[in-house]
């Protein structure tokens, strides 16, 4: 695997991971059996770079090794047309390798294309027999091969019923078939199978008018045998597995051609099949284990890492090897999408999208080289057809129907998910617990103290949040009021005075925090003081992003004259949690000033109120 493009974040992915399965073991002592290996799924939300990072494994793959790709997701397809798909691709030439032939599994698109009458016997096998005529004379190779799909697909189990049988001279066939002409054919077969074929023939017949689960089955069985019979003897020297991508296996007819190429793997006594299976998926799949932790990211991943990490007894699930698309770092997100060696802009963009990559990417694309501050903070506003976060948010929950989005909307005012799902503050539908359900599933959920919305997308919702209009009844205003309350209520004072800073109230948590600031006796109380600083201003805003941040606070101070000092502390600490509120980090001053001051003005922790202040030099 070789190339010089390299996707940020995924390097190791793209040259460790499957690199390794590639490559394949020199033979030793006549024929050592190479690697078992796994199936790979990429797996992250949209945007997280599925697509991306499979383009950039098949550039790598380009002129070295049998490769194919597909996009599950583009219409739905049986497993059968998935492998017939396959099956034209990797059977192309590539400079140096031997072509793979797929003999197997060419007597089955044979058996199909002939349309045999699945009534009329004698019809169907004169059906076959014409088909298997038209080209070309039976040759000694083909003779192999018809018997070669007997032994293959009934060691794999997937015909119990077969039995090996001699080959007439009778029978004509042909070593390649026209693929094109056969594709797709297969639609509509009858529901018809006897017990037992009597002669090859017979089987041919079968096969072309078995039902669609069995002919899935038949298709997949012959297409592994064939795999492996090009890497057996003469060919054992091919320098790299083959390799399949496929995209989006979550959708319709992806599952199930990985489910059943893996039953029959685990049903097969061949050696390990030579496919380096890479899927993406946008969803959880529960069979690859515990959603929170059952994962490697990009620097863990790697062959021996999955083979140590395998526990066999859990059959064919043993070979999924789910790894994250993560976020972006700092650094990785200031080598997206620059048109110029300007990585100012890298940090604020890194801080807003916490890193998802499509969204890394077409923010870097709107803000351009060496944007100023102020087009930062209404980069959301901006974008040459409509504004950038209507776009960024169809595009991201294009998943979610229109009434779980309305939920996700309200839940995002909450700072994480249990509170946003609590009785007391939601209204109990069926899309409230169906919006929750797929937040989970499409991977939008973070895991770590608590379970919350990805960053990101709460921005976003929160956005769409704040510009509803004065008479939507779950508007701003109202949402926030009924999560104030109801804390209230419950006695949560830090979380009723989060909702009450996003109403703008900045008068009733300034006096919380000055009388919880005087009962202060001991550097433990100073440490828990602060902790109730960070929670009660990292409330959302929907303050204008037009205005110059200084010139916000001290209009925010206005409303909180008897404490002006802390008023100045609370709303800059505010405006800074948000990254559209201070981008350029012009209220850093006034935050460490108002630390000093109150250093200052403490009874006990000083020096913890004056370190607080320093790291805002």
């Known amino acids: 695997m070789a190339g ?11 040259k460790t991971l499957v690199g390794e399965c590639v490559r394949r073991r020199k033979p030793r002592g006549g024929g050592e059996p190479d690697r078992e290996l796994p199936v790979i799924v990429l797996f992250g939300p949209r945007g997280s770079g599925k697509t991306a990072t499979l383009a950039d494994i098949e550039r790598n793959c380009a002129h070295q090794v049998p490769h ?52 009329n016997r004698e019809k169907a096998l004169a059906q076959v027999r014409a088909a298997a005529s038209a080209d070309v004379e039976l040759s000694d190779r083909t003779r192999s091969s018809i018997e070669s799909v007997i032994d293959g697909l009934l060691q794999a189990g997937a015909l119990p019923w077969w039995s090996k049988l001699p080959i007439g001279a009778f029978f004509h066939a042909v070593e390649t078939f026209r693929w094109r002409r056969k594709l797709g054919r297969g639609a509509g077969i009858k529901q018809s199978m006897p017990k037992r074929s009597a002669k090859v023939l017979d089987v041919l017949v079968d096969i072309g008018v078995a039902d ?91 062959l021996a890492d999955w083979t140590n990490g395998r526990d066999v007894d859990l059959g064919r699930d043993s070979w999924w090897y789910p790894v994250e698309l993560r976020d972006l770092t700092v650094s990785e997100v200031a080598n997206v999408g620059r048109t110029a060696a300007d990585t100012t802009s890298a940090p604020f963009v890194h801080e807003l999208t916490r890193g998802h990559p499509w969204s890394t990417r077409e923010l870097r694309a709107t803000l351009g080289d060496r944007p100023t501050g102020l087009a930062m903070r209404t980069v959301l506003e901006g974008g040459v057809e409509r504004p950038f976060a209507g776009r960024a948010r169809d595009y991201l929950l ?29 209204g109990g539908t069926e899309s409230d617990a169906g919006a929750l359900h797929e937040i989970r599933n ?42 104030r309350d109801h804390h209230r209520e419950s006695g949560n004072v830090a979380l009723s005075l989060y909702h009450a800073l996003a109403l703008e109230d900045l008068n009733s948590a300034v006096k919380h925090l000055r009388h919880q600031f005087e009962q202060i006796d001991a550097e433990a109380a100073v440490r828990r003081w602060m902790q109730l600083l960070e929670l009660i201003t990292s409330a959302p805003n929907r303050l204008s992003t037009a205005r110059e941040p200084r010139d916000q606070v001290e209009e925010l101070v206005r409303t909180a004259p008897a404490d002006a000092n802390l008023a100045r502390l609370v709303a800059a600490r505010w405006l800074m949690s948000d990254p ?19 250093a200052k003005e403490a009874r006990v922790g000083f020096v913890l109120l004056f370190a607080e202040s320093e790291k805002y030099a």
Not at 231 to 250: H, M
Not at 398 to 426: C, I, K, W, Y
Not at 449 to 473: F, I, K, S, T
Not at 587 to 597: D, G, K, M, P, T
């Open 442 to 483: 499409r991977l939008w959920s973070v895991f770590g103290e608590q379970l919350v919305l990805h960053p990101w997308l709460r921005r976003l919702l929160l956005h769409e949040l704040g510009n509803r209009p004065a008479d939507h009844p779950q508007r701003w205003a109202v949402v926030h009021t009924r999560h």
């Open 580 to 598: 559209l509120g201070d981008p350029d980090r012009s209220l850093r001053s006034i935050v460490r000033s108002e630390f000093e001051q109150l």
């Open 68 to 119: 194919a790709s597909i996009d599950v997701a583009k219409r739905a397809r049986a497993p059968r047309e998935i492998i017939t798909e396959l099956h034209f691709d990797l059977s192309k030439k590539h400079e140096g390798v031997h072509r793979i032939p797929f003999r197997q599994l060419d007597l089955c698109l044979l058996a199909v294309g002939a349309e045999p009458d699945p009534d």
């Open 398 to 426: 294009q998943d979610f129907d229109p009434a779980q989005r309305e939920v996700l909307v309200g839940m995002s005012a909450a700072p994480n998910l249990d509170l946003a799902t609590h009785a007391g503050v939601r």
């Open 212 to 302: 669609a689960d069995l002919l899935d089955e038949v298709f997949c069985a012959a297409f592994l045998a064939d795999l492996r019979a090009a890497y057996l003897r003469r060919f054992r020297w091919r320098r790299g597995n083959c390799v399949v991508l496929l995209d989006n296996i979550d959708a319709a007819g992806g599952s199930r051609f990985v489910d059943l190429l893996l039953s029959i793997r685990e049903r097969s006594p061949r050696e390990p099949d030579p496919l380096v299976l890479i899927a993406t998926s946008r969803q959880w799949n529960p069979r690859w284990g515990s959603q929170g932790s059952s994962y490697r990211t990009p620097e863990q991943a790697g």
């Open 4 to 14: 010089d493009v390299e996707l940020p974040g995924r390097a190791g992915i793209v």
